[in-house]
């Protein structure tokens, strides 16, 4: 995780199949108790308020309630079989049993967007206060285009990859890099692999990358484009304009919050034919947003971030 002078306290091996590790991660973090050795819990990830009872005072950093269970319930669900329907289904009623009778101990409640804002208050009946995540923005920097859009995001259904490679396959003279994964025997994993195997000559995939090189990959690109269906917030994007790089986002989500349309980039709908205006439209001139990105990225450093959360552990 490149992570120093932390200290990391690992719960334990996880079984490999994806819906029995979803339980044990739920179980251990149940069972874990730091209660005396820390001053104060700050949890993020869903499973992570699991330990709430014991581990006070709290604050939840909620990211998004579990989308799998929520809003994207019936989105994953008509994509499995028979068989996967049902566990998933029994899986996820009580995921959200867990998560009602967890979040009564929660103290206070944080999240990183007005769209994930509105999805606590709807599914969880919580209200949450709005503080943006961050992005180390000193870690970013611009060059000069190298000949590739970029693209960075798991490879799950949601992220919607299928219209990027649409979107550049009908631009044979344009290159996108994806940078991404999947997790083995989650259902992305066919998704991953049919998006593999149907990419043009156009279109590179690399796999997960080392900070320093994502920087890299960042700083020459000639834009960012990102398609993820109703994106909780989106970091990716924070860290494209940190480099200087105009962002081609669908019109929707977090993107909302963070892309400044004609300014910062460009805010389309998810359709290939407005995809590929924006991209030529931007490869133009892609240096003419670099400014107003690298401003807007400010916005989103880790120093405001840090001084809202210690204000909120006061």
């Known amino acids: ?17 994806v819906f029995l590790k979803h339980w044990a991660v739920s179980l251990k973090f149940f069972l874990c108790d730091f209660s005396k050795d820390f001053d104060f819990f700050i949890f993020s990830g869903n499973r992570s308020i699991f330990a709430s009872k014991k581990h006070k005072p709290n604050l939840w950093y909620c990211h998004t309630p579990e989308r799998a269970v929520y809003d994207l319930y019936s989105f994953y669900r008509n994509q499995m079989n028979f068989f996967d329907k049902i566990i998933f289904t029994f899986g996820a009623l009580t995921f959200r049993f867990l998560t009602n009778q967890s979040i009564r101990e929660v103290q206070k409640i944080v999240c990183n967007s007005e769209n994930v804002k509105k999805r606590i208050q709807k599914y969880l009946r919580q209200k949450a ?39 550049f396959r009908k631009m044979p003279e344009q290159k996108l890099i994806i940078v991404g994964d999947f997790v083995k025997g989650d259902p992305s994993e066919e998704y991953a692999k049919k998006i593999f195997s149907n990419a043009p000559k156009n279109i590179e995939f690399t796999w997960m990358v080392k900070e320093h090189e994502l920087a890299r990959l960042y700083a020459n690109s000639i834009g960012f484009i990102t398609t993820s269906r109703d994106e909780d917030f989106g970091m990716t994007v924070i860290e494209a304009m940190a480099s200087g790089k105009p962002v081609v986002a669908v019109n929707e989500g977090g993107y909302l919050e963070t892309v400044l349309h004609k300014k910062t980039g460009l805010l389309v709908n998810a359709n290939i034919e407005e995809l590929i205006s924006a991209v030529k439209k931007i490869s133009k001139n892609p240096k003419k947003y670099k400014l107003a990105c690298i401003k807007q990225a400010k916005k989103f450093d880790i120093s405001k971030f840090v001084k809202k959360i210690k204000m909120e552990m006061s």
Request: hydrophobic content about 40%.
């Open 129 to 167: 206060k709005i503080i943006f995540p961050f992005a180390d923005t000193k870690k970013f920097y611009f060059s000069k285009p190298g000949g590739y859009w970029l693209s960075v995001n798991r490879l799950y259904p949601s992220k919607r990859v299928e219209l990027q490679i649409e979107t």
């Open 1 to 17: 995780m490149e992570i120093e002078n932390i200290k990391i306290i690992n719960l334990g091996m996880l079984p490999k199949h």
